[in-house]
């Protein structure tokens, strides 16, 4: 089983990033798939998740600005970040409710 996180990065206040996470070695259409945040000084949070069906889930602070999505085909699931703000820096991690947590990516929302 593995999570592998990317495309984060530097991005200014209000601008977008397209976060993927790759998976494999379990059945990728019967998992819910789950993204977190772990700011400095701060514990990990849930961010969003998506089951095999498409049903979808976000806290309150990123609703309306993230989409999460998956490819079947692919065996990945996407988070469309946009109107990004500071708070938002964090290292973004993928995971099922299983299987070991990645290395994540980094986002830095900073002008």
């Known amino acids: 089983v593995q999570f592998v996180e990317s495309g984060g990065g530097l991005v200014q206040p209000g601008g977008s990033l397209r976060l993927s996470c790759a998976t494999s070695g379990f059945t990728f259409s019967s998992a819910v798939i789950f993204w977190y945040r772990q700011a400095p000084g701060k514990e990990r949070e849930l961010v969003a998740h998506?089951?095999?069906?498409?049903?979808?889930y976000y806290i309150d602070s990123v609703k309306g600005r993230f989409t999460i999505s998956r490819d079947a085909a692919k065996a990945t699931v996407f988070l469309q970040m946009d109107s990004l703000k500071p708070e938002d820096t964090a290292v973004y991690y993928c995971r099922a409710n299983f299987g070991s947590w990645g290395q994540g990516t980094q986002v830095t929302v900073s002008s």
């Open positions: 998506i089951a095999g069906g498409g049903i979808t």
